[in-house]
Protein backbone atom coordinates (compact mmCIF):
# COMPACT_ATOMS: atom_id res chain seq x y z
CA UNK A 1 0.00 0.00 0.00
CA UNK A 2 3.13 2.47 0.97
CA UNK A 3 4.93 1.56 -2.27
CA UNK A 4 1.57 1.76 -4.41
CA UNK A 5 1.04 5.40 -2.50
CA UNK A 6 4.60 6.50 -3.38
CA UNK A 7 4.36 5.38 -7.25
CA UNK A 8 0.51 7.27 -7.64
CA UNK A 9 2.54 10.29 -6.44
CA UNK A 10 5.27 10.27 -8.88
CA UNK A 11 2.72 9.81 -11.53
CA UNK A 12 0.87 12.66 -10.31
CA UNK A 13 3.85 14.82 -10.30
CA UNK A 14 5.42 13.67 -13.49
CA UNK A 15 2.03 15.07 -15.26
CA UNK A 16 1.85 17.84 -13.76
CA UNK A 17 5.71 18.78 -14.55
CA UNK A 18 5.22 17.58 -18.05
CA UNK A 19 2.09 19.63 -18.62
CA UNK A 20 3.99 22.73 -17.00
CA UNK A 21 6.63 21.83 -19.48
CA UNK A 22 4.78 21.33 -22.97
CA UNK A 23 2.77 24.89 -22.02
CA UNK A 24 5.83 26.51 -21.74
CA UNK A 25 7.37 24.91 -25.22
CA UNK A 26 4.23 25.92 -26.95
CA UNK A 27 4.16 29.03 -26.16
CA UNK A 28 7.91 29.83 -26.67
CA UNK A 29 7.40 28.05 -30.21
CA UNK A 30 4.67 30.71 -30.70
CA UNK A 31 6.45 33.53 -29.48
CA UNK A 32 9.47 32.33 -31.23
CA UNK A 33 8.06 32.08 -34.58
CA UNK A 34 6.22 35.50 -34.08
CA UNK A 35 9.49 37.05 -33.61
CA UNK A 36 10.81 35.55 -36.53
CA UNK A 37 8.33 36.63 -38.70
CA UNK A 38 8.87 40.28 -37.37
CA UNK A 39 12.50 40.70 -37.73
CA UNK A 40 12.03 38.67 -41.21
CA UNK A 41 9.79 41.43 -42.24
CA UNK A 42 11.70 44.57 -40.67
CA UNK A 43 15.05 43.48 -43.04
CA UNK A 44 12.99 42.17 -45.85
CA UNK A 45 11.20 45.48 -46.26
CA UNK A 46 14.53 47.37 -46.07
CA UNK A 47 16.10 45.52 -48.31
CA UNK A 48 13.29 46.15 -50.59
CA UNK A 49 12.62 49.75 -50.12
CA UNK A 50 16.46 50.91 -51.00
CA UNK A 51 16.40 48.38 -53.42
CA UNK A 52 13.57 50.48 -54.97
CA UNK A 53 14.97 54.00 -54.24
CA UNK A 54 17.97 52.89 -56.43
CA UNK A 55 15.74 51.60 -59.38
CA UNK A 56 13.73 54.81 -58.74
CA UNK A 57 16.85 56.98 -58.76
CA UNK A 58 18.63 55.25 -61.91
CA UNK A 59 15.45 55.25 -63.67
CA UNK A 60 14.96 58.90 -63.02
CA UNK A 61 17.87 59.65 -66.14
CA UNK A 62 16.86 56.92 -68.38
CA UNK A 63 13.45 58.20 -69.69
CA UNK A 64 13.85 57.17 -72.99
CA UNK A 65 14.42 54.54 -75.57
CA UNK A 66 17.77 53.65 -74.73
CA UNK A 67 17.06 54.03 -71.21
CA UNK A 68 13.72 51.62 -71.19
CA UNK A 69 16.29 48.51 -72.73
CA UNK A 70 18.45 49.06 -70.21
CA UNK A 71 16.12 49.21 -67.24
CA UNK A 72 14.25 46.15 -69.04
CA UNK A 73 17.83 44.59 -68.54
CA UNK A 74 18.86 45.86 -64.85
CA UNK A 75 15.32 44.53 -63.56
CA UNK A 76 15.99 41.21 -64.57
CA UNK A 77 19.43 40.57 -63.13
CA UNK A 78 17.99 42.09 -59.86
CA UNK A 79 15.37 39.32 -60.11
CA UNK A 80 17.78 36.52 -61.37
CA UNK A 81 20.23 37.40 -58.91
CA UNK A 82 17.43 37.06 -55.86
CA UNK A 83 16.60 33.60 -56.98
CA UNK A 84 20.10 32.96 -54.98
CA UNK A 85 19.41 34.56 -51.58
CA UNK A 86 20.46 32.15 -48.42
CA UNK A 87 16.98 33.61 -47.04
CA UNK A 88 15.06 33.15 -49.93
CA UNK A 89 14.56 36.79 -50.05
CA UNK A 90 13.09 36.80 -53.86
CA UNK A 91 12.20 39.59 -56.30
CA UNK A 92 9.08 38.42 -58.35
CA UNK A 93 8.54 41.35 -60.74
CA UNK A 94 9.55 45.18 -61.36
CA UNK A 95 7.71 47.15 -63.30
CA UNK A 96 8.04 50.62 -64.46
CA UNK A 97 4.77 52.67 -65.22
CA UNK A 98 3.96 56.23 -66.27
CA UNK A 99 2.29 58.67 -64.65
CA UNK A 100 -1.67 57.47 -66.63
CA UNK A 101 -0.41 54.39 -65.33
CA UNK A 102 1.19 53.26 -68.85
CA UNK A 103 3.34 50.11 -68.16
CA UNK A 104 7.22 51.24 -69.81
CA UNK A 105 9.16 48.40 -68.65
CA UNK A 106 8.33 45.24 -66.64
CA UNK A 107 10.18 41.68 -66.16
CA UNK A 108 7.18 40.63 -67.24
CA UNK A 109 7.20 41.51 -71.01
CA UNK A 110 10.21 42.50 -73.43
CA UNK A 111 10.30 45.89 -74.66
CA UNK A 112 10.11 47.08 -78.04
CA UNK A 113 9.25 50.96 -79.40
CA UNK A 114 6.33 48.97 -81.69
CA UNK A 115 5.05 47.11 -77.95
CA UNK A 116 5.19 50.53 -76.16
CA UNK A 117 3.17 52.16 -78.88
CA UNK A 118 0.53 49.68 -78.39
CA UNK A 119 0.37 50.05 -75.00
CA UNK A 120 -2.98 52.07 -73.56
CA UNK A 121 -3.52 52.97 -69.98
CA UNK A 122 -4.35 50.07 -66.89
CA UNK A 123 -7.53 52.26 -66.27
CA UNK A 124 -8.21 49.87 -63.41
CA UNK A 125 -4.51 50.28 -62.11
CA UNK A 126 -4.85 54.09 -62.30
CA UNK A 127 -8.43 54.25 -59.81
CA UNK A 128 -6.81 51.88 -57.26
CA UNK A 129 -5.26 54.04 -53.71
CA UNK A 130 -2.31 51.86 -54.41
CA UNK A 131 -1.36 53.53 -57.40
CA UNK A 132 -2.52 57.04 -56.94
CA UNK A 133 -0.83 56.43 -53.18
CA UNK A 134 2.17 56.49 -54.99
CA UNK A 135 1.54 59.15 -57.50
CA UNK A 136 1.22 61.62 -54.74
CA UNK A 137 4.24 60.39 -52.29
CA UNK A 138 6.58 63.56 -51.61
CA UNK A 139 10.51 62.53 -51.42
CA UNK A 140 10.48 62.86 -47.97
CA UNK A 141 7.98 60.42 -47.68
CA UNK A 142 8.73 56.71 -46.53
CA UNK A 143 7.06 54.23 -48.33
CA UNK A 144 5.65 51.46 -47.17
CA UNK A 145 4.47 48.10 -48.16
CA UNK A 146 1.40 46.45 -48.66
CA UNK A 147 -0.74 43.61 -50.08
CA UNK A 148 -2.34 45.02 -52.82
CA UNK A 149 -5.41 44.55 -54.42
CA UNK A 150 -4.63 42.12 -57.12
CA UNK A 151 -6.06 39.21 -55.93
CA UNK A 152 -3.73 36.96 -56.55
CA UNK A 153 -1.28 38.76 -54.39
CA UNK A 154 -3.75 39.59 -51.70
CA UNK A 155 -5.34 36.27 -51.16
CA UNK A 156 -3.22 33.16 -51.99
CA UNK A 157 -0.72 31.86 -49.03
CA UNK A 158 2.65 31.02 -50.07
CA UNK A 159 2.74 27.87 -52.06
CA UNK A 160 5.92 26.61 -50.60
CA UNK A 161 4.33 26.57 -47.12
CA UNK A 162 4.25 22.56 -46.62
CA UNK A 163 1.64 20.43 -45.43
CA UNK A 164 1.15 20.29 -41.61
CA UNK A 165 1.94 24.04 -41.02
CA UNK A 166 -1.24 25.59 -42.44
CA UNK A 167 -2.98 25.72 -39.11
CA UNK A 168 -0.51 28.20 -37.87
CA UNK A 169 -1.42 30.80 -40.31
CA UNK A 170 -4.26 31.57 -38.29
CA UNK A 171 -2.98 32.32 -35.33
CA UNK A 172 -0.05 34.63 -37.57
CA UNK A 173 -1.13 37.40 -39.46
CA UNK A 174 2.16 38.33 -40.47
CA UNK A 175 2.25 35.19 -42.75
CA UNK A 176 -0.36 35.80 -44.67
CA UNK A 177 0.73 38.70 -45.89
CA UNK A 178 4.29 36.96 -46.76
CA UNK A 179 4.19 38.36 -50.77
CA UNK A 180 3.76 42.19 -50.62
CA UNK A 181 4.09 45.19 -53.34
CA UNK A 182 5.79 48.59 -52.68
CA UNK A 183 6.00 51.67 -54.71
CA UNK A 184 8.76 54.45 -55.61
CA UNK A 185 8.40 57.63 -57.14
CA UNK A 186 10.11 58.89 -59.45
CA UNK A 187 10.92 62.91 -60.13
CA UNK A 188 12.07 65.40 -62.73
CA UNK A 189 15.73 66.42 -62.21
CA UNK A 190 15.23 69.28 -59.79
CA UNK A 191 11.39 69.34 -59.32
CA UNK A 192 8.97 67.74 -57.13
CA UNK A 193 6.82 66.48 -60.34
CA UNK A 194 6.48 63.04 -60.35
CA UNK A 195 7.30 61.70 -64.12
CA UNK A 196 6.92 57.54 -63.32
CA UNK A 197 6.53 54.87 -60.45
CA UNK A 198 8.31 51.66 -59.65
CA UNK A 199 6.03 48.85 -58.47
CA UNK A 200 8.09 46.22 -57.29
CA UNK A 201 6.50 42.90 -56.10
CA UNK A 202 8.28 40.56 -53.46
CA UNK A 203 8.52 37.98 -51.27
CA UNK A 204 9.77 38.06 -47.34
CA UNK A 205 11.20 35.15 -47.26
CA UNK A 206 10.30 30.93 -47.81
CA UNK A 207 7.88 30.75 -44.93
CA UNK A 208 8.07 27.02 -45.08
CA UNK A 209 11.83 27.13 -44.78
CA UNK A 210 11.29 29.18 -41.19
CA UNK A 211 8.94 27.14 -40.31
CA UNK A 212 11.22 24.18 -40.33
CA UNK A 213 13.65 25.73 -38.45
CA UNK A 214 11.36 26.80 -35.47
CA UNK A 215 10.01 23.08 -35.73
CA UNK A 216 13.39 22.00 -35.21
CA UNK A 217 14.49 24.24 -32.44
CA UNK A 218 10.40 22.90 -30.63
CA UNK A 219 11.66 19.70 -30.76
CA UNK A 220 14.95 20.50 -29.32
CA UNK A 221 13.12 22.45 -26.93
CA UNK A 222 10.76 19.92 -26.23
CA UNK A 223 13.22 17.14 -25.36
CA UNK A 224 14.79 19.34 -22.73
CA UNK A 225 11.86 20.12 -21.19
CA UNK A 226 10.52 16.93 -21.00
CA UNK A 227 14.07 15.68 -19.48
CA UNK A 228 13.55 18.55 -17.02
CA UNK A 229 10.43 17.46 -16.06
CA UNK A 230 11.42 14.13 -15.54
CA UNK A 231 14.30 14.95 -12.78
CA UNK A 232 11.43 17.71 -11.65
CA UNK A 233 9.07 15.25 -10.75
CA UNK A 234 11.76 12.60 -9.48
CA UNK A 235 12.73 15.30 -6.73
CA UNK A 236 9.47 15.91 -5.44
CA UNK A 237 8.64 12.42 -5.06
CA UNK A 238 11.83 11.98 -3.23
CA UNK A 239 11.08 15.17 -0.84
CA UNK A 240 7.49 13.27 -0.33
CA UNK A 241 9.01 9.60 0.08
CA UNK A 242 11.04 11.38 2.67
CA UNK A 243 8.98 13.57 4.33
CA UNK A 244 6.37 10.39 4.47
CA UNK A 245 9.20 8.26 6.65
CA UNK A 246 9.93 10.98 8.78
CA UNK A 247 6.36 11.69 9.53
CA UNK A 248 5.67 7.75 9.70
CA UNK A 249 8.92 7.70 12.47
CA UNK A 250 7.78 10.60 14.28
CA UNK A 251 4.41 9.07 15.49
CA UNK A 252 5.79 6.06 16.23
CA UNK A 253 7.91 7.47 18.89
CA UNK A 254 5.57 10.32 20.53
CA UNK A 255 3.03 8.81 22.94
CA UNK A 256 -0.31 8.24 22.00
CA UNK A 257 -1.60 11.81 23.73
CA UNK A 258 -4.63 13.67 22.78
CA UNK A 259 -1.79 16.49 21.48
CA UNK A 260 -0.86 13.77 18.84
CA UNK A 261 -3.65 11.71 17.92
CA UNK A 262 -5.54 12.23 15.15
CA UNK A 263 -8.51 14.50 15.07
CA UNK A 264 -11.14 11.60 15.31
CA UNK A 265 -8.90 9.84 18.21
CA UNK A 266 -8.38 13.37 19.54
CA UNK A 267 -12.55 14.38 19.81
CA UNK A 268 -13.35 11.01 21.02
CA UNK A 269 -10.79 11.17 24.09
CA UNK A 270 -11.89 14.95 24.96
CA UNK A 271 -15.51 13.13 24.88
CA UNK A 272 -14.35 10.59 27.52
CA UNK A 273 -12.29 12.98 29.71
CA UNK A 274 -15.79 14.98 29.67
CA UNK A 275 -18.06 12.32 31.01
CA UNK A 276 -16.36 11.27 33.62
CA UNK A 277 -17.80 13.64 36.91
CA UNK A 278 -14.98 14.54 39.45
CA UNK A 279 -15.38 12.92 43.03
CA UNK A 280 -15.49 15.72 45.57
CA UNK A 281 -13.70 16.20 48.55
CA UNK A 282 -16.61 15.36 51.06
CA UNK A 283 -17.15 12.10 49.33
CA UNK A 284 -13.65 11.45 49.73
CA UNK A 285 -13.80 11.88 53.59
CA UNK A 286 -17.00 10.55 54.52
CA UNK A 287 -16.04 7.55 53.06
CA UNK A 288 -13.06 7.46 55.76
CA UNK A 289 -15.33 7.14 59.33
CA UNK A 290 -17.21 4.62 56.88
CA UNK A 291 -14.26 2.29 57.17
CA UNK A 292 -13.25 3.12 60.22
CA UNK A 293 -16.40 1.87 61.50
CA UNK A 294 -16.33 -0.91 59.62
CA UNK A 295 -12.86 -1.74 61.42
CA UNK A 296 -14.69 -1.29 64.67
CA UNK A 297 -16.99 -3.70 64.52
CA UNK A 298 -14.55 -6.36 63.65
CA UNK A 299 -13.32 -6.34 67.46
CA UNK A 300 -16.81 -6.39 68.68
CA UNK A 301 -16.83 -9.70 70.53
CA UNK A 302 -20.25 -11.63 69.85
CA UNK A 303 -21.75 -13.54 73.37
CA UNK A 304 -23.87 -16.69 72.97
CA UNK A 305 -25.94 -15.67 75.92
CA UNK A 306 -26.45 -12.17 76.85
CA UNK A 307 -26.22 -8.53 75.07
CA UNK A 308 -23.77 -7.81 72.96
CA UNK A 309 -21.62 -5.13 74.61
CA UNK A 310 -19.54 -2.42 72.81
CA UNK A 311 -16.31 -2.44 74.32
CA UNK A 312 -15.43 1.04 72.85
CA UNK A 313 -17.22 4.07 75.07
CA UNK A 314 -18.69 7.29 73.24
CA UNK A 315 -15.94 10.17 73.91
CA UNK A 316 -19.59 12.08 75.51
CA UNK A 317 -20.04 9.46 78.57
CA UNK A 318 -16.33 10.17 79.92
CA UNK A 319 -16.14 13.97 79.82
CA UNK A 320 -19.88 13.36 81.49
CA UNK A 321 -18.02 11.41 84.32
CA UNK A 322 -14.97 13.45 84.59
CA UNK A 323 -17.41 16.55 85.06
CA UNK A 324 -19.34 15.11 88.02
CA UNK A 325 -16.20 13.96 90.14
CA UNK A 326 -14.87 17.34 89.81
CA UNK A 327 -18.15 19.09 91.03
CA UNK A 328 -17.91 16.79 93.96
Known sequence: MKYSRFFLSFILFFILSE?????GVVWTFYESLQNALVQEQFISDHRARDLSLALAKSAEQRLNNEGYV???KMFHRYVEESKNDP????????SLYAP?????VSTDTIYTIDELKKRKPDEELAKSTFFR???????WEWSEPENGENPIVNSKRDPKIRDGFEWVLSYLPLAKSNTVRLTTPLYKPGTLDVSGL???FYERGNLGLLFENQWKLAEWMVFNYILIAFVVSLLLTGAFVTYSVFVSKETVRQPESGEFLPIIQKKTLE????SLEPVSVLEVEGAVPQSISNEKKDDVEVLSVGPVVNQIKPE???KTIQDAIFLG
Open 87 to 94: EQFRFLKI
Open 316 to 318: SND
Open 70 to 72: ELE
Open 133 to 139: KGIRMKK
Open 19 to 23: TLALS
Open 271 to 274: TTEN
Open 198 to 200: VIL
Open 100 to 104: DATLL
